[in-house]
């Protein structure tokens, strides 16, 4: 999922444990494998 060479502020698992997820009202075609979810109120969680 990480390009070579991409670093983190944090460990991933750390991410993974507190639930940190963006979320955006826009979505497009380039973004779809990176949507983990759609929330009811119509927000796209990546």
């Known amino acids: 999922m990480f390009l070579e060479g991409d670093t983190l ?27 983990y979810k759609v929330r009811p109120d119509g927000l796209y969680v990546l």
């Not at 502020?9 to 949507?35: C, F, S």
Request: glycine share 8%; hydrophobic share 35%.
């Open 9 to 35: 502020l944090a460990p991933i698992d750390k991410y993974l444990r507190a639930g940190v997820h963006i979320g955006t009202q826009q979505k497009t075609k380039d973004m779809e494998p990176y949507i």
